[in-house]
């Protein structure tokens, strides 16, 4: 009786772990720390992109940022999500964003991301989760952590002005668009 509890007990945490990579079931796994609020200035952070080379979030002071967090490169969800932004690059251009995408990947995983799927923005790697936990955007999966799905656009002064913590990745790309138009309009 024992054992098939225990059994019983891994397939629901594997069910769940796999949910989670396949981008459904998210609202039931919650981030562990509170995302910085709208209206506050964006924590600045240092991580290394998909070429190895250093990033820093306070370079982009003067521009618009477009910061998503995602669990993991090559899984269904993360995909949809990085085409629709790669889709639409043209459209964030013209507006002047810049899109910095951040998950647990490492550098290497986030370039040979980039190379199969085509993607021309930069990919930041935060294999330790310090980002991720400073922007309440972690997903902890008992040994495994993952970067939760949400969104923050931060305007050029580096304030937070939305963030998304419900995030549909098939439709998300449009709706921070649509909400640059308005933002911008201010």
């Known amino acids: 009786m024992r054992a098939s509890k225990i059994t019983r007990n891994r397939i629901v945490v594997a069910l769940v772990f796999f949910a989670a990579l396949l981008g459904v079931g998210y609202g039931v796994l919650h981030a562990s720390d509170k995302p910085p609020m709208t209206g506050t200035a964006a924590p600045d952070f240092t991580l290394n992109s998909q070429e190895g080379a250093p990033v820093n979030l306070h370079d982009y002071r003067g521009k618009w940022v477009v910061l998503y967090f995602y669990p993991k490169d090559f899984t269904s969800g993360c995909t949809t999500e990085a085409h629709n932004f790669q889709r639409d690059l043209a459209q964030y251009q013209a507006k002047g964003v810049t899109i910095l995408g951040v998950s647990a990947d490492t550098a290497d995983s ?54 998304f913590l419900d995030v549909n990745p098939g439709k998300h790309s449009e709706e921070v668009l649509a909400a640059l138009t308005e933002l911008q309009k201010t």
Do not use: W
């Open 110 to 163: 986030h370039r040979k991301f980039c190379t199969q799927e085509g993607l021309n923005f930069k990919l930041l790697s935060d294999a330790d989760h310090k980002v991720s936990e400073e922007y309440g955007s972690i997903m902890n999966l008992g040994v495994k952590k993952l970067s939760a799905r949400h969104t923050f656009i931060i305007n050029p002064g580096g304030v937070i002005v939305q963030e």
